[in-house]
């Protein structure tokens, strides 16, 4: 098999697919932040954390390990789905029997039939479940960006809709259904896999012990991601943590749209390129080094012009989010990185490694949010960024650079560059506002092509940025080649 053709293509959809995405997101934020109040987000976001701590144990770490594995049965796909779906019952009932607690957590008598709701989102996710794994394992990448495109245009619209017709946050929820349900019918009718009944004697073969490895990961980074929002909330409110979300979902959330479907590529592409060394390096470095392109530059900006950013995309009201914004950025700039190394580990099979870092992260990020909730929403913020540079990229470049091709030094050298690129952009943008008098659109619109010009610039002035350069250009030729024809046949 052609591999790199096969990344090339899912790259070059799964890069349209994200566009479209946060083109909307940034849309939905600018419409949503007119329609609805901090309020309804507070409200909303209080719910989140336990919403997405249950769907980590609904999904027991088991797509991955479908699509890692070199080999899978049929029967085992089917085993593992309706374990799947057992185990999203079980949780779909528990969330209501927990719901009178959250609420009473934070005194807000709201999430108890919103906690409970999230339930039926969830039973209805159980019924997509092996349509991904299968879908990734083909290098379907095409009719994955395709699918992911339709469910971000349906939640779109049912968000819009609601919100102005009966502004709440009903009208979030009721977005999370609409996607859900756009994605059983449609992976559905691509993937031609139905589940059947359920069989005895099938050997899972180790799928549920990496499968484990890879839930306790995902719940020391849910610590990491989420004890913010459970801390301000229960310490601040809903208005307080209205802004807070807005913050994160602004500025980190499409970096994880980035990541998210390049990801979706890189780790069946990289999990069949193990016994070929010098390959899966190559391949490894030119996807973390176009992904930290696309990425760090405009994270630049966006802390460079944080004020304005604000006021344009929310309003006047939403000024308190800025300084949170400000300093959420700064861990924003290496999460390109820090996303594409977790790769190595998926890939390399190494979940247990990755558990371990995980764990180890966890418990020092959550002491650093109990300390930054002194100074408030902002202090969390800063603290989390902090621990992201002292703590976390350390740890993770040592331990995915202890085995395979790819080492500590290249994923040091992958992302320096552009973090120096970052901090000259940063002063550009202060010598614009200070010395040229910018402001608003104008400051923005200067600064971003300067800050991939720096970037360019940069890059350039090195061998291995000389490589990744020339590796993006032809990426970018052979996708707009390969999207023409595909896009007629749409």
């Known amino acids: 098999m052609n591999f790199r053709s096969a990344a090339m293509t899912g790259i070059a959809w799964s890069v349209s697919s994200q566009a479209v995405r946060m083109i909307l997101q940034v849309v939905t934020t600018v419409v949503l932040a007119r329609l609805l109040t901090p309020e309804d987000f507070g409200v909303y976001a209080m719910a989140i954390p336990v919403i997405a701590l249950a769907t980590l144990f609904q999904d027991l770490g088991l797509q991955q390990a479908l699509i890692q594995r070199e080999k899978i049965t049929t029967a085992q796909i089917n085993k593992v789905f309706w374990i799947n779906f057992a185990v999203t019952l079980a949780i779909a009932l528990l969330l209501v029997l927990i719901s009178p607690l959250v609420s009473r957590f934070y005194g807000e008598e709201r999430l108890t039939v919103l906690t409970s709701a999230w339930g039926i989102i969830m039973i209805l996710g159980s019924l997509g479940f092996g ?14 960006a395709i699918i992911d495109m339709a469910c971000a245009i349906a939640a779109f619209v049912t968000v819009t809709v609601l919100a102005y017709f009966w502004p709440s946050y009903w009208a979030l929820w009721a977005s999370g259904v609409a996607s859900v349900a756009c994605w059983i019918v449609l992976s559905m009718v691509v993937s031609g896999w139905r589940p059947g009944l359920p ?9 549920f012990g990496f499968g484990m490895n890879v839930t306790i990961h995902n719940v020391a980074n849910y610590a990491s991601r989420n004890l913010d929002n459970i801390l301000i909330g229960r310490n601040f409110g809903a208005l307080v943590l209205g802004h807070y979300d807005r913050a994160y979902k602004l500025l980190l959330y499409p970096l994880e749209n980035i990541a998210g479907p390049i990801s979706r590529v890189m780790v069946p592409i990289l999990s069949r390129m193990n016994g070929d060394p010098a390959q899966f390096r190559r391949a490894f470095l030119q996807a973390s080094g176009i992904q930290s392109l696309i990425c760090i530059p405009g994270m630049a900006v966006a802390i460079g012009c944080a004020d304005e950013l604000i006021r344009i995309l929310l309003g006047e009201k939403w000024m308190a989010v800025a300084p949170i914004f400000y300093w959420l950025g700064f861990a924003g700039l290496i999460q390109p990185l820090i996303d594409s190394t977790g790769w190595l580990f998926f890939a ?3 979940s247990k490694a990755l558990m371990s870092m995980s764990v180890a992260t966890s418990i020092v990020t959550v ?3 109990f300390i930054g909730l002194r100074w408030g929403a902002v202090g969390v913020a800063c603290a989390y960024a902090i621990v992201e540079y002292v703590y976390r990229v350390p740890l993770l470049f040592f331990l995915a650079g202890r085995r395979g091709s790819v ?3 290249d994923l040091i050298l992958g992302v320096l560059p552009l973090l120096a690129a970052a901090g000259l952009t940063l002063l550009t943008i202060h010598f614009l506002r200070e010395a040229q008098s910018l402001q608003g659109m104008r400051l923005i619109f200067a600064a971003l092509p300067i800050a991939y010009g720096e970037a360019l610039a940069v890059l350039a002035l090195l061998p291995t940025g000389r490589r990744l350069l020339v590796s993006t250009f032809r990426l970018a030729t052979d996708g707009m080649k390969m999207l023409r024809p595909a896009a007629r046949q749409i």
Do not use: E, S
Not at 199 to 207: N, P, Y
């Open 131 to 144: 349509q991904y794994a299968l879908l990734g394992r083909a290098f379907r990448f095409r009719a994955l």
């Open 199 to 207: 069989q005895r004697g099938v050997d899972l073969d180790g799928i």
């Open 407 to 409: 080492t500590a030094l």
């Open 348 to 350: 390399q099979g190494r």
């Open 367 to 369: 002491a650093a949010f």
